[in-house]
């Protein structure tokens, strides 16, 4: 009987967990008893042992942490990063500050990555299919089988196939060159997954021999996006938040730049534009040809439209749109002509990009291009024809190796092109990889990678900005990274330090005569290196005449029958090459607050007309490819169109990703719909089964009157419109009440610390909570464990919507604890395990806590966080308890076990460590060098922090701020969290 | 002030003579249970069994087994115990504020009361003990001098908690054993046991029945009873403060002090009433706990189950009153939002049926009533679950709303609760005398002097 | 039982008994107490390093091999080549400095045995004690006496938080030494 | 029998009126030595004795006022003097909070005392050796009898005229109660060899556990579980890496951010060339050198650079600091030397700061200056 509950407690995949004695768990009770003996056998405790450095290198003190800047490639856009390491083992990574693309942050995945590295279930050693079974086998061994195999290749004339992802080395370019010159028959397949390259293609149809820009969106008063994530997946969007953002300060209101976006799903952008036009792909053609109609009647002759199709009142009302805004957004880029930008999504016809480029070129935006830094396009990337033309020469046994440099196109490319099936025709199928994937499934060689914290590389992806790639530690495993895999094979023999010599010989040929000589080369070498990137002075690139040519073909009308569904690339796992990492795995959605799954968003009207409810699964039907996918209904997005998140529901993968969502890649095809990554004539029905969708914020729907606007009735969240502030600068404080108290307050005579978010720029993207969970050891506790409420984040995203389903008004708000000065928590813990420290910080010390939960139930704000398990070792067998997820917790701070209560620290570590470097050198502490990790990662720099007491502070500032407001003040809890009410850029004093 | 106790009615029925009420009182200890004891005595043991076995697998694995969440940090722990520590507080009710009020129908059900109270307060006990998440370190809970220099927190009424629930505990235990001493007297005087007899010799302390003890014995009884009065109304006016002292809308309410006391009485009344209504029948002390006896607990059920309801209203009076809008989305959530259904529950079982009892015949009929009883009980359960989880569950940031369902290790470990209360409740019967014998010889029928040959008594 | 000896037992010998129960309690307590915090620890390491020889008889300084000291939370046990200063020349015929130099060839892991220790929750800082010129003595005790290190004092929270809250007192002949901080965050995170 | 002591005479009454009467009588009689028995407290009897209302209540003042005191008074030195902390910004010692505590403490203590108190002081307690137990006289005022004695110490005591009170009274069952004589007798002794060995056995299984408890069990799991954590602290053994060390060595050829590589490796002259020393010449600087060079350089080149230093004999004797060709060297030399060593001496990079190494040079400048005073130094 009892058997039976706990079988029978709902979740399945606890049976396993639930058997005493798995493999992991085995082993911790070994250690367990094994201490057990040692403690009772001698008189003392055994204190464990102590190993100095045999040779202590010179930059290292044990204790200190030590930075060095190198470069992430975990994307194309090659960010430059600084690496924390302790005692030569990275912990965590940070955007390089020198690097002047992304200019010290990094996305999430980047925060992310290290995770990867320590993966205990990393490919260890090189491994070969032997008698149809997968054995280890040496590097040694497996060099002089694909050496000779290659050379075979070239013998034969058969292809020598390389897959790579997107090249932006420009030692790597220059290697597959040499490559290809020993190996003549090699073709080499550089692409990147889930993206098309419709903007690429539509910009040289434009441009002549000018290579791509990037934008300054910086000098960007207006923004118009058309189904594009800048603010989430598209472009650099570390970059673009960073600049976006820096236009939207309340300090300075006549810059303050607006935002529209027209879109059908709702992105990170949607959320945070003033204006948003629910628009289904197949009407943003149509928007910009009204705009250049309406805008340019003289120019758009070129493109020999009917005019009078194209006006805003007959675009307004076909879309349902209101026709106020979109003449608001006329007026506004007529204006701001050659001051705003209008960008079209990657995944869009070619088409609107054309029309698009011309609208920029009419509007004298041009100017707002970087010319200074194009985009390097060093080998073009493989179009999915030539993907379809490998797999027939694979087919047809033409194809001697495919080598597999750390992709997945078994799980990328649409499936009727038949990859998969062709592999089994390659002779020597090798995949270098970190980790196991669809791809290695079907290889017959496959070699252990190293990461790119155990790499040397050197990229260039905007044209003058160099960075290199410096190794922070040893391989962990017997693992090789894949240019110098390529190199030793070239050379017929690997050595540890040749492609480091590789590189560095290229620099000084390519890069060193490009600088004006001051040093020798060696010196520039290491100042390159010790700052990660070097800038060189470009020559400006001249604008060639916009190809009117281009506009010839655009007249298109798309196709709009049954049900569009929109493909984008994952958020959090990109192509799904970090779909094994349970720390984006566990980042909730920032739109959609849901983790552990992708799924289908569809309008609430859309549901209730198909029957459908939250976490129902539909099935998806696009000509003969199916895909059974849950439904989640997302306020504002467009009707009768579905987005789907690429990169989930992997098969082939370690035990933390496996099962996370759905592979819906499986739904595109290579012919493509409206693109590569829009299809119309989608079917949907509904599957008759209920999915567990897990979100960390319940999902209320706006139809629900009792709790509808709570946030706003609550004054959970303030904000207002520039004009409201303009008028009225107090607006927010007008309903302030006097906070009587019957004690009279602590003083702080000394450091008192305290942070203020600007909500005008926090976007809600969710990269502060990776950094949190990094630099805190914060774990990862699963999907079911998300589902009860369990997730352990110390700083959450809270989104709120408000007005309608369809035109939802949408709120971010980053809380994390309040370090009240009266703090609920304090007075009801009975241990003292969490109290007030002299400079203001709300302490919860670990060690005392016995975990009655009684500060977290009277919490308002719900901050803190319990370790109802030990979720190391609870999730997937213990899988995050193993040895080498060790080496990645900070040493810095305590890593919980079960039963403790925890929550964010405002970084008390760095603040202790600098009060105690200042202490021990004798130096004057004024606490203003300590960035906490959520502020040092906030692309938007929404966050400051700082002592209170001193006036000079960014933060006391805030506090001063008339748009500061504390949350939930009326229960006189006094935090030291200062929020900066988001102002919103609409043209009105309300916002509805 | 002198009562004049003879306009009474008889409290014991059937007038038996004194021996015979020994004889009928150590009647369980003196005989071997029967069958029907083993029986209940297993199914109460399987029952605490099955809540030991969800306690070691929490303890193993951690409580997360448990359904707490984020927002609802405290569960059905929380939930039983306030829920026992109210069951706990009939039995000193009966036997110290009675006392005081000099209501003599007490006598035949102060000790079975008090029996409950301490087993109650005992289960009770053990869910502060457990609910932590690190249970080893209980310790850290008590006031002790230690190598941290660390004391508890004065201010939480968590550590009110502890020192209100472990004196509650020891004042009970020591009042009920102070009227144990002349009943193990009596029963040491009986016993032709060796065994028996050292035992009761040792726990009766060499009690003679002297009048010049009884003398003081009945001072020690009205002080203890003057204590216990107040400890009473304190323990749940603490475990209210639980609530009450924080800032949690649903939580945060004056009104929780009376409003948690009545409906302990109330729970506890019904419990105790169905408990006896099968110790009566089963150990033939119909006559001692008179029908009469079970009534007038009927009728404090509906005074308090009256309270109760009333406390319901003015909840939401007050929230309404009061203008604040947390307040009022707390009530009003509780009666439609995610938890409706465990409101009605609560609000039927406590308000509704307990009405009833204005019917004679229904407050008298023994059935109907334990069908009452059990669904105050069903009802209180709730009261507590309601409090702590509807408002737990929707507090001040919308964002962390979360819906709490129980595990069945939760009902598993509830299940034992119940398990250990009946255990102990049943090795109770059999070992120690539950019904008072010197009280109730001494409000039987002739047992005290004519009051014209001694002239007035001494009070 | 005969009764008078039942009265007796519940009089006399009950009484005597939690007595001496609560005085063994008591005794073992305080006796065992030196061996739970440590004091009296004396590892034997894996080479057998003399801190009397070291720093007492030649006078060298506590921190030219604990380098730590000075710059962070750590005092460091030195680098074996921090060892091989001197020992790459001086006394190389001893078999101990010979363990030393084949460890330091071979770069195989010199696992000192821990002495002293605070839980891993614990974050004690070296650097702000030394350089209120509080001496190593004072927690470690005469090292340079030691042949073998041992433990000394005890490492509680409650003999940190003694002495941080009189340090004043505890030190007058270090001037302008305020008391250390007694909040949780100073030690704990 | 002749040897009995006798203790009392009992006699038996039937009726709650009658041992009322009994009880008036016998205290009417002048005895003062006497004792009612009844099963139950029977109305009016105490006041038929002649007893006062019970002084109990005073005991319980006591205790209770101490309670009080004594968590008034703890909660408050605790939460001012021994760990004050600031709880939710309320002042270390609001009364409102401490009233519940206060409240329970003072019931503990009065109910215990006074229950204490009774049964030891009042009662004497325990007390089953009494002369009256086992016998039928208690066996009958145990159940359904009143009993009413008097004790052959009281000074009127006279064994038939009390018998002759008790049956002019109309008791029933008169009977002398003698003392047990083997009761009488037993003088049990403290420290029998018995009790001894249960002790010792008490003592040994106290300790033990004690010992285990404090000394084995609170270092175990899950007592140790923060204790040992999951993660590499400095300088500690890691299970990972096959060669045991925690630490990992920075890949060659890497540059962590503030430590450029030394670029004169090898090519000291150019390093005394192009190296100047960034540290001034004053008097903080110098005093931060001369504590270096002591930990540091003082083991073999002598407290001032003689060379012949405390530890001479085990090397050759480093030469003199103050020999022309030093004094010569340039500053950059001096620093190349303590970067990369020379000869015997070690690269001295890693244990000193790059900082602390100019400060030295600034030291060893100024022992040469004052070893090698020039004229104009004097003055």
Redesign the interface.
């Known amino acids: 009987m009892i058997g039976e509950h706990i079988h029978d407690n709902e979740e399945k995949p606890n049976l396993e967990e639930m058997s005493p004695l798995s493999r992991r768990n085995f082993i911790a009770i070994l250690g367990a008893s094994a201490a057990f003996t040692a403690v009772s056998c001698t008189?003392?405790?055994d204190?464990?042992?102590?190993?100095?450095?045999?040779?202590?290198p010179e930059e290292i003190?044990?204790?200190?942490a030590n930075f060095y800047a190198s470069t992430c490639n975990a994307c194309p856009h090659s960010c430059g990063v600084l690496v924390k390491t302790r005692e030569g083992r990275p912990i965590k990574i940070d955007g390089n500050p020198e690097h002047p693309v992304n200019q010290g942050k990094i996305c999430a995945k980047g925060q992310s990555n290290i995770l990867n590295m320590y993966d205990p279930e990393r490919l260890k050693v090189p491994q070969v299919i032997r008698d149809e079974k997968l054995v280890n086998s040496t590097w040694k061994e497996v060099d002089s089988t694909i050496i000779t195999a290659l050379n075979q290749a070239v013998k034969d004339g058969k292809e020598i196939a390389v897959l790579c992802n997107t090249i932006t080395s420009p030692s790597f370019a220059k290697l597959i060159s040499e490559f290809k010159e020993k190996f003549p028959t090699t073709k080499i397949y550089p692409y990147e997954a889930f993206v098309t390259d419709n903007r690429n293609t539509a910009w040289k149809a434009c441009y002549d021999n000018i290579p791509q820009f990037a934008f300054k969106w910086d000098k960007a008063k207006v923004i118009l996006s058309l189904d594009a994530d800048i603010l989430g997946t598209e472009g650099n969007h570390v970059e673009q938040i960073r600049q976006i953002t820096s236009k939207r300060s309340a300090d300075e209101l006549k810059s303050f730049s607006r935002i529209y976006s027209a879109e059908a799903g709702m992105s990170i952008t949607g959320m945070n534009a003033d204006y948003r036009f629910r628009l289904a792909p197949q009407q943003q053609l149509d928007l910009v040809l009204t705009l250049l109609v309406e805008l340019f009647p003289r120019e758009a002759a070129e493109l020999s439209l009917n005019t009078v199709d194209y006006s805003f009142t007959k675009f307004a009302s076909v879309n349902g749109l209101s026709s106020e805004n979109i003449k608001q957004l006329f007026s506004d880029l007529r204006q701001h002509a050659g001051e705003s930008i209008v960008y079209a999504g990657d995944k869009l016809p070619g088409e609107v990009h054309i029309a698009v480029n011309y609208l920029n070129e009419l509007l004298g935006n041009t100017r707002l291009y970087d010319t200074e830094s194009p985009v390097v396009e060093y080998i073009s990337n493989a179009t999915v024809q030539d993907f379809e033309q490998l797999s027939t020469n694979m087919k047809n046994g033409k194809v001697g190796i495919l080598l597999n440099l750390n992709t997945n196109p078994v799980f990328h490319l649409p499936e009727d092109i038949g990859f998969a099936g062709s592999m089994s025709k390659v002779r020597y199928a090798i995949s270098l990889l970190e980790n196991l994937n669809e791809t290695s499934k079907l290889s017959n060689i496959i070699l252990s990678g190293s990461h790119f914290l155990e790499s040397w590389g050197d990229y260039a992806r905007r044209a003058g900005i160099y960075s290199l790639q410096q190794p922070q530690i040893s391989p962990l495993y017997d693992t090789r990274q894949k240019e110098a895999v390529l190199l030793s094979w070239i050379r017929g023999a690997y050595n540890e330090q040749d492609w480091h010599d590789y590189i560095m010989s290229n620099w000084e040929k390519e890069v060193y005569p490009k600088v004006a000589p001051a040093a020798d080369f060696k010196t520039f070498w290491n100042t390159s290196l010790h700052d990660g990137v070097t800038a060189i002075a470009q020559n400006k690139v001249v604008f060639s005449e916009f190809k009117k040519d281009s506009l010839k073909n655009i007249r298109v009308k798309y196709p709009t029958q049954d049900f569009t569904v929109i493909f984008s690339e994952s958020f959090s796992l990109g192509d799904g090459h970090f779909a094994n990492n349970g720390w984006l795995l566990e980042l909730p959605h920032p739109v959609s607050k849901v983790v552990w799954d992708n799924y289908a968003s569809i309008a609430p009207a859309t549901a209730t007309e198909l029957g459908l409810t939250f976490g129902d699964m539909v099935e998806i039907s696009i000509n003969n490819r199916k895909q059974k996918i849950p439904v989640f209904l997302q306020p504002g997005m467009a009707e009768k169109v579905a987005t789907i998140e690429l990169g989930w529901g992997r098969k082939e993968i370690c035990e933390v990703g496996l099962g996370a969502g759905f592979p819906a890649q499986s739904l595109l095809s290579k012919a493509g719909g409206l693109t590569q990554l829009i299809y119309s004539g989608a079917k949907i029905g509904k599957a008759g089964e209920k999915y567990k969708l897990v979100t960390t914020q319940e999902n209320h729907l706006l139809d629900e009157l009792f709790v509808k606007d709570l946030h706003l009735r609550r004054h959970i969240i303030r904000e207002g419109t520039i004009e409201k502030y303009q008028k009225e600068p107090n607006f927010i404080k007008v309903e302030k009440e006097k906070q009587l108290s019957m004690l009279k307050p602590h003083e702080y005579t000394g450091e008192k610390w305290a942070m203020a978010i600007d909500l005008s720029k926090c976007i809600g993207c969710g990269i502060c909570v990776t950094a949190c969970n990094v630099e805190n050891n914060v774990a990862v506790v699963g999907k079911t464990e998300v589902s009860k409420g369990r997730e352990m984040h110390w700083i959450r995203i809270d989104r709120y919507y408000s007005g309608s389903n369809e035109e939802p008004i949408v709120s971010n708000q980053p809380v994390m604890c309040q370090q009240c000065d009266n703090a609920p928590c304090e007075n009801v813990c009975p241990v003292v395990a969490t109290?007030h420290?002299?400079d203001g910080?709300n302490?919860m010390?670990?060690?005392?806590c016995v975990g009655t939960r009684y500060c977290s139930n009277n919490c308002p704000y719900k901050v803190r966080r319990y370790n109802f398990f030990d979720f190391r070792d609870r999730l997937a067998d213990g899988y995050y308890q193993q040895d080498s997820l060790s080496l990645l917790h900070n040493p810095?701070?305590?890593?919980r076990p079960r039963g403790v209560m925890e929550k964010c620290?405002f970084c008390?570590?760095k603040i202790?460590e600098a009060r105690?470097?200042a202490?021990?050198?004798?130096t004057k502490f004024d606490g203003s060098n300590i960035v906490t990790a959520c502020q040092e990662a906030c692309p938007a720099g929404a966050i400051s922090f700082g002592n209170v007491n001193d006036p000079e502070s960014a933060v006391s500032k805030a506090r001063e701020n008339n748009l500061g407001y504390s949350l939930l003040e009326e229960l006189n809890t006094n935090p030291n969290v200062t929020y900066i009410a988001k102002l919103r850029n609409i043209n009105s004093e309300d916002i509805t | 002030m002198s009562i004049d106790y003879s306009l009474e009615p008889s409290i014991i029925e059937g007038k038996p003579g004194l021996a015979s009420i020994d004889s009928t009182i150590a009647a369980p200890m003196e005989t071997r249970p029967n069958k029907n004891f083993y029986m209940a005595l297993s199914v109460t043991l399987t029952m605490l069994g099955i809540g030991a076995v969800c306690l070691g697998y929490s303890f193993y694995y951690g409580m997360g087994l448990w359904g707490n969440n984020n927002p609802v940090g405290w569960g059905f722990d929380i939930v039983n115990f306030v829920f026992w520590i109210g069951i706990g507080h009939a039995g000193t009710l009966i036997s110290a504020i009675l006392f005081l009020f000099r209501q003599k129908w007490r006598t035949g059900i102060s000790r079975f009361a008090e029996g409950m109270t301490i087993f109650a307060v005992m289960t009770a006990g053990i869910f502060p003990l457990i609910h932590v998440g690190r249970p080893w370190l209980d310790g850290y809970l008590m006031p002790y001098p230690?190598?941290?220099?660390?004391w508890v927190n004065f201010t939480s009424p968590l550590v009110w908690d502890v020192f209100a629930v472990s004196t509650y505990f020891i004042v009970s235990a020591i009042f009920w054993y102070i009227g144990l001493i002349p009943d193990l007297a009596t029963l040491r005087d009986r016993t032709v046991d060796k065994i028996r007899k050292?035992i009761y010799?040792?726990f009766s302390?060499?009690w003679r029945h002297s009048n010049r003890h009884w003398h003081h014995y009945e001072m020690s009884y009205i002080i203890l009873a003057g204590f216990a009065t107040p400890l009473v109304l304190s323990v749940h006016t603490i475990v209210s403060f639980d609530f009450a002292v924080s800032i949690l809308p649903g939580w945060h309410s004056t009104i929780f002090p009376p409003y948690f006391v009545a409906g302990a009485v109330f729970s506890g009344f019904a419990m105790v009433q169905n408990a006896l209504i099968f110790v009566r029948k089963i150990f033939n002390y119909e006559h001692i706990i008179t029908l009469d006896t079970l009534e007038k607990m009927n009728k404090i059920m509906i005074a308090t189950g009256s309270m109760v309801g009333y406390a319901y209203a003015m909840e939401f009076f007050i929230a309404w009153y009061s203008g604040s809008p947390l307040e009022t989305f707390v009530f009003v959530n509780r009666a439609f939002g995610d938890y409706a259904w465990a409101y009605w529950i609560m609000v039927s079982c406590n308000v509704i049926f307990p009405q009833l009892f204005w019917f004679k015949k229904i407050r008298r009929s023994i059935p109907l009533m334990f069908v009452v009883g059990v669904f105050v009980n069903i009802g209180m359960w709730f009261e507590r679950f309601v409090i702590v989880v509807t408002s737990l569950s929707r507090d001040f940031l919308p964002s962390s709303w979360a819906y709490y369902k129980p595990t069945l290790y939760d009902i598993g470990i509830l299940i034992g609760s119940f398990g250990l209360f009946f255990s102990l409740l049943l090795i109770f019967t059999r070992t120690l005398p539950v019904v008072s014998i010197a009280e109730v010889k001494a409000v039987s029928d002739g047992a005290q002097p004519t009051h014209h040959a001694g002239g007035s008594h001494a009070e | 039982?005969?009764?008078?000896?039942?009265?007796?037992t519940?009089?006399?010998?009950l009484p005597?008994?939690v007595f001496?129960?609560i005085i063994?309690?008591s005794?073992?307590?305080y006796v065992?107490r030196n061996?739970?915090d440590?004091i009296?620890?004396t590892?034997t390491q894996p080479i057998l390093f003399s801190h009397k020889l070291h720093a007492g008889d030649?006078?060298?300084?506590c921190?030219?091999c604990h380098?730590?000291v000075?710059?962070?939370?750590?005092a460091?046990?030195?680098?074996?080549?921090?060892c091989?200063?001197?020992h790459?020349?001086?006394?190389k015929d001893k078999p101990e400095i010979q363990k030393l130099t084949k460890?330091?060839l071979s770069?195989?892991?010199?696992?000192?045995?821990?002495?002293?220790?605070t839980?891993?929750?614990v974050?004690f800082?070296h650097?702000?004690h030394?350089?209120?010129n509080i001496d190593c003595k004072y927690c470690h005790g005469d090292v340079a006496a030691m042949e073998k290190i041992s433990q000394v004092h005890s490492f509680?929270?409650?003999s940190c938080?003694?002495c941080h809250r009189t340090a004043h007192k505890s030190f007058p002949e270090i001037a302008g030494l305020k008391k250390g901080?007694?909040?949780?965050?100073?030690c704990?995170? | 029998m002749q040897n009995k002591v006798l203790y009392s005479v009992t006699g038996i009454f039937q009726t709650p009126d009658s041992i009322k009467h009994a009880a008036k009588s016998i205290a009417d009689a002048g005895y003062k030595r006497y004792d009612i028995n009844t099963p139950y407290p029977v109305h009016g009897i105490p006041k038929a004795m002649g007893m006062t209302i019970s002084k109990l209540g005073y005991f319980t003042l006591v205790f209770g006022l101490s309670g009080i005191a004594l968590a008034l008074g703890f909660t408050w030195i605790i939460t001012n003097i021994i760990?004050p902390?600031v709880q939710g910004g309320k002042p270390f010692f609001a009364l409102p909070p401490f009233i519940p505590i206060t409240f329970e403490v003072t019931v503990l203590l009065s109910s215990c005392g006074t229950v204490i108190i009774m049964l030891l002081l009042y009662f004497k307690f325990?007390?089953?050796?009494h002369p009256l137990?086992?016998t039928n006289y208690m066996k009958k005022v145990s159940s359904d009898k009143y009993g009413a004695y008097i004790m052959a110490d009281d000074p009127n005591f006279d064994q038939s005229k009390v018998r002759s009170l008790l049956e002019s009274l109309g008791a029933i069952d008169i009977e002398d109660i003698y003392y047990?004589e083997?009761?009488v007798s037993?003088r049990?002794k403290?420290f029998e060899p018995k009790?001894l060995g249960?002790?010792l056995v008490?003592?040994l299984i106290?300790?033990g556990a004690?010992?285990f408890t404090?000394?084995k069990l609170l270092f175990m799991p899950p007592f140790?579980w923060?204790?040992?954590?999951s993660?590499v602290?400095?300088?500690s053994?890691s299970t990972f890496f096959p060669?045991?060390?925690g630490m990992r060595m920075p890949p060659s050829g890497t540059i962590a951010r503030g430590f450029m590589p030394f670029p004169y490796e090898g090519d000291p002259d150019k390093a005394g060339k192009m190296l100047v020393n960034p540290m001034t010449n004053t008097q903080e600087n110098i005093e931060q050198g001369r504590k270096q060079y002591?930990?540091?350089c003082s083991?073999c080149h002598d407290w001032h650079g003689t060379g012949n230093s405390?530890?001479r004999g085990?090397?050759?004797n480093p030469p003199s600091l103050h020999s022309q060709k030093v004094r010569n060297w340039s500053d950059g030399m001096i620093y190349y030397i303590i970067t990369m060593g020379q000869n015997?001496m070690?690269s001295y990079a890693?244990?000193v700061s790059r900082e602390d190494r100019w400060a030295i040079i600034l030291y060893v400048r100024t022992l040469q200056r004052a070893m090698n005073a020039k004229p104009e130094d004097i003055k």
């Open positions: 008189d003392y405790p204190k464990g042992k102590i190993v100095p450095y045999n040779k202590k003190t044990p204790g200190k109290n420290s002299p910080l302490q010390v670990y060690n005392r810095e701070v305590t890593v620290t008390v570590h202790t105690q470097t202490s021990a050198e004798g | 230690n190598q941290h220099g660390l050292t010799s040792i302390l060499g | 039982m005969n009764k008078k000896l039942l009265d007796y519940l009089k006399i010998r005597i008994t001496v129960i063994a309690m005794i073992t307590y065992s061996e739970r440590g009296g620890n590892p030649m006078k060298i300084d921190q030219y380098t730590g000075t710059k962070g939370r750590h460091l046990i030195p680098s074996v080549g921090t091989m200063n001197c790459s020349v001086a006394r460890i330091f770069g195989e892991a010199l696992q000192w045995q821990r002495v002293h220790r839980a891993d929750y974050y800082n650097s702000s030394v350089s209120k509680t929270m409650g938080v003694d901080p007694d909040h949780c965050w100073a704990h995170r | 760990y902390l325990p007390n089953n050796s137990h086992d047990d083997e009761t037993l049990p403290v009790f249960f002790l008490a003592i106290t300790a004690t010992y404090l000394n140790d923060m204790s040992f954590q993660r602290n400095a300088q053994l060669d045991k060390h002591d930990i540091f083991p405390r530890l085990q090397f050759p015997t070690p890693y244990q």
